[in-house]
Nanobody
Framework: QVQLVEFGGGLVQAGGSLRLSCAAS????????MAWFRQAPGKEREFVAA????????YYADSVKGRFTISRDNAKNMVYLQMNSLKPEDTAVYYC????????????WGQGTQVTVSS
């Protein structure tokens, strides 16, 4: 089992920045793909960014490309999401996820952290 805890969310003005962190425990996640998803009120959860375990390849939703950066620190069992040039439409609960995409998807999820961007 893997437990995930996100932190770093908060209230920020449009154009500002936040850095989300996700701490994994229970087992090392160095051989897992890691990702961030988000869910805004009244909307379905959507993919934000992912980073693979083997090559560290990164993938982004078109809506955040060029503004967000995902990274990981395997030694610390952490994944991060640097969010710049934030927009009100980025307001959502952000979730960290861990799994093996090649094996079917993300098996472990955090409880989420709220990000609110004011205009």
């Amino acid at each position: 089992q893997v437990q995930l805890v996100e932190f770093g969310g908060g209230l920020v003005q449009a154009g500002g920045s936040l850095r989300l962190s996700c701490a994994a425990s229970g087992r090392t996640v160095s051989r897992y793909d890691m990702a961030w998803f988000r869910q805004a009120p009244g909307k379905e959860r959507e993919f934000v960014a992912a980073i693979t375990w083997n090559r560290g390849s990164t993938y982004y939703a078109d809506s955040v490309k060029g503004r967000f950066t995902i990274s990981r620190d395997n030694a610390k069992n952490m994944v991060y999401l640097q969010m710049n040039s934030l927009k009100p439409e980025d307001t959502a609960v952000y979730y960290c996820a861990v799994g093996r995409v090649s094996a079917g998807g993300y098996d472990y999820w955090g409880q989420g952290t709220q990000v609110t961007v004011s205009s």
